[in-house]
């Protein structure tokens, strides 16, 4: 049919592995928050789910790196790091690839973009799908921007290819949901893991729910590692979904800066049709 | 300047058991497929996660090839840290971005 529903959401590992050592009360909201997402899927009758996300050298690497990947599968495999260490089950995670090539064709007239036939994921997909679709029965077309080794694509193609997205999703039959995840300010893997710039992730959050364009194109990738770590290049996962939804004003549904799961964990919804 | 080498191979560890285990028997045979300088060699054979992260490895691959080698999370951080206090700022790569050491936040919550 078209687009259903748009929003965002974080894939901080630590929310399933270190789960437990986060203060209850803000695991409860964070968690009454996710269900209210997962419910928003079911109440718009959500058929397909396509996440935009950024992941960390599970599939592609330098030697041929995507700036922008869709997967077109069969089925996907996830999560690809340790079970006992995520504390996410591995499991088969149904696709849509007749969906997926439908997107990938439409999406190809103004951005160009790899598709994958094999494609595992990992944290960056599956955490989200742990809290969002627990029994896996929703098929997932994901879409990776890289975020993780620059080069990296200039925002302004970035919110070309949410534009994109979202012409192709309305061209669909199928209720599809959008979602993106990854971006607020994070360094992840390094000697300040743990250190968050909560300012910057609230500015942020606030210009991605009021879809102001010109203020998103304006970040640099210089300004963004400096003040917000190498984890924060992933807001191009929120940009672009920003981009496809700039009818609508957003809405966040939870922000807390949770050290130990070394980002602030934002859910927002970016979009919810009338 | 192979440090799309030493970061491949770690790339190529993560995801390949079997070469995770040739790599800790007949290592010299495994790395020979990279072209790698003596420092990263070295760095390699000593698993001196320190010396790798100063190199330039992205920590997204150097975490799990601290894993693999029994680092626990804290350990993997010190040896960070311990890299950068006795090689200096990071040389090459994502980090070298800033100021060589991973972060110049304006603002911590910790
Ligand atoms: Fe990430």
Redesign the interface.
Known sequence: MTLVYAGTCCHAPGMTSRAEMAAPETRKQLHDAFARQRQALIDTGTEALVMVSSEHFANFFMDNMPTYSIGMADAYEGPIEDPDWLKIKRTKIPANPDLSLRLINEVMHTVDVCYAQEWKFDHGMSVPLHFLTPAYDLPIVPVNINCQNPPLSPLHRTWELGKALRRAIDLAPEKIALIGTGGTSHWPCTPDSGRINEDWDQVLLDQLIHKRKDALLAYTDEKTISEAGPGAFEMRTSLCVAAATEDQTGEIWFSEAIPIYATTCSITTLYMVE | MSL?YV??LL?NL??DPALKERFDTEQGAVVGDYDLSEEELGALRAIDIGLL?VLGV??????HFA?MNGFSWDAY?QA??DG?EKHGPVRAG??A???G??????????
């Open positions: 799309y970061q491949k790339y993560n995801r992260y992205n920590g997204q691959l150097l975490m894993t951080i960070m840290r950068l994502l980090y971005m800033v100021d050491k991973g972060a110049t936040s304006t603002k911590e919550t910790l």
